[in-house]
């Protein structure tokens, strides 16, 4: 049964002329049909007050949906702020004009690949697809790494240093891929790991993974920086349709607590916290794109040194985030909710075992896909010490503690890879994103069948019936932790996009 959209405040119902409010003297938006006085915010917004002073006393609907969560006007605006529903008849709709960079987009869209011409999912993330089709501020977001970019490259190139030792003569007529994850099934070892702001690269954003996830037996893990609200996706899922929840931890804990209940009230089976994210990463690419514009900044820094125009779409929405989160809060966790708690960031076998001493069901072996402390290892390469770690402390597999990696992987026989090595299930992310962000629903319903065949043909080729049989003595990870001589892997490279420095403006010549 579907519930109204989870909120934290009162409709009431608005009589006067919004258009009345115009000024930065007195400046209401519409945002999702809810009128809102951003009056006193102006200065605070990171993407600059101009932004939303071109709206003054119009719906804003349409700018900030991509790129804020639903919940994101709401948190960071007092109550009293909140003045409530619109009457239609007072909008003055601001007429869009569609740019020439806009109009060549869509062109470019119109004459995408078929997707029977998508053969991996290196496919839909190519200079030919997504990489061109994207506006420019969602590539940059979606693509972006911290730093120079070595561990987001380094995900992808642990992979290439694990080498097969498959087994001959073996029976392999019929296979299965099929597991539980946490105790739910799923038709894949891999689940869809949470990407942030969907509506950056697709107007359906997350429901596209939350629908296709639904007809083909994935779990989706749903990002607390969707773009679509949580209901909304909830209400997209099947009935029974298992779904998890990324949770950035809000500094204010009541905040955190209702999202968390309301999450296991509404079904959810599991509960992944961030742990590796007290502070974002420099994430470059996404940083330069601030200085697409020169309205970037608030009116107040105008004309003044030392002003950061440069931090992007990700501080534009992570400001909520608590950094102070530390162990001593996982009781409190685990005193709010039922439902499996995993931690997901551990990168040491140290904070491995501080997490099965602290009670949690699992661990997410992640470096946050190379966006936070660049040159962190792979999450590929953390698991061989880790797994020795929790060998020492009890059974192993785990029943009741769960191991999971992401982090560059594209191909099943990369999760396979990690299966072999004691990984409960795989997480992918970025893989997907792209998928729905280059072909909407299809595209993640080819990326499910395209690792199917894969997951089909490797395990007949390993000599391995199901994942049951994956065993460590089928792989060669000898050379994991060796940083160098790594075959070079064409696709990924055709696909990543270098950084750049500072480039001189030809408009100020």
């Not at 400046?27 to 709206?55: A, Q, R």
């Not at 099947?238 to 931890?249: K, M, S, T």
């Not at 769960?402 to 090595?421: E, I, P, Q, T, W």
């Amino acid at each position: 049964m579907k519930s109204p959209d989870f909120c934290w405040y009162t409709d009431t119902c608005i009589t006067q002329t919004i258009s009345e409010h115009a000024s930065r003297d007195s400046c209401w938006i519409i945002v999702h049909g809810k009128v809102y006085d951003v009056t006193e915010f102006l200065d605070e917004h990171p993407g600059g007050s101009k932004i939303i002073l071109k709206y003054a006393g119009n719906d804003a609907t349409e700018a900030y949906e991509p790129i804020h969560p639903p919940n994101a006007i709401i948190d960071n605006l007092s109550s009293e702020k909140h003045l409530g529903d619109v009457d239609p008849s007072t909008v003055t709709k601001v007429v869009k004009v569609t740019s020439e960079a806009e109009k060549k987009r869509q062109a470019l869209i119109a004459k995408r690949p078929p997707l029977d011409e998508i053969l991996n999912l290196h496919d839909f993330e190519n200079k030919a697809i997504a990489k061109v089709i994207l506006p420019d501020t969602a590539w940059a977001y979606y693509s972006s790494a911290s730093d120079d970019e070595i561990t987001i490259r380094e995900n992808r190139a642990a992979y290439q240093r694990v080498w097969f030792r498959p087994r001959i003569l073996r029976d392999v007529t019929v296979v299965d891929w099929s597991t539980t994850i946490l105790g739910q099934k799923s038709s894949l070892p891999v689940y869809i790991s949470a990407t942030a702001l969907g509506k950056l690269g697709h107007p359906d954003g997350e429901l596209n993974l939350t629908r296709a996830a639904g007809k083909h037996g994935v779990i989706q893990m749903v990002p607390t920086l969707a773009s679509c609200s949580f209901d909304e996706i909830l209400d997209a899922a099947q009935p029974d349709q298992p779904l998890f929840l990324q949770l950035y931890v809000n500094r204010d804990r009541s905040i955190t607590k209702r999202y968390v209940q309301h999450a296991e009230a509404r079904g959810v089976k599991g509960l992944f916290i961030t742990v590796d994210a007290p502070q974002l990463g420099r994430r470059e690419k996404d940083m330069r794109m601030k200085f697409v514009g020169d309205d970037a900044g608030a009116k107040v820094q105008e004309n003044m040194s030392g002003v950061r125009k440069d931090e992007g779409v990700a501080r534009a929405i992570s400001s909520f985030i608590d950094p102070s989160l530390s162990w001593k809060d996982i009781p409190w966790f685990r005193g709010i909710t039922k439902m499996p708690i995993i931690l997901k960031g551990v990168s040491t076998p140290e904070d491995a075992i501080l997490a099965l001493e602290a009670g949690v069901q699992g661990i997410v072996l992640s470096n946050h896909g190379g966006r936070q402390l660049d040159t962190s290892r792979s999450g590929l390469e953390n698991l061989i010490e880790i797994a020795a770690a929790l060998k020492t402390r009890g059974p192993w597999p785990n029943p009741n503690f769960s191991v999971f990696v992401d982090g560059g992987v594209r191909r099943a026989s990369d999760v396979l890879k990690a299966l072999a090595l004691g990984a409960s299930a795989v997480g992918i992310g970025r893989g997907f994103l792209y998928a729905f962000c280059s072909y909407g629903e299809a595209g993640v319903e080819k990326a499910f069948k395209i690792l199917g065949e894969e997951f089909e043909m490797n395990l007949r080729l390993l000599g391995a019936r199901n994942l049951n049989e994956l065993v460590p003595e089928m792989v060669d990870a000898s050379a994991l932790q060796a940083h160098v001589s790594t075959p070079k892997d064409n696709l990924f490279d055709s696909t990543y996009q270098p950084l750049r420095l500072a480039e001189i403006k030809a408009a100020k010549l």
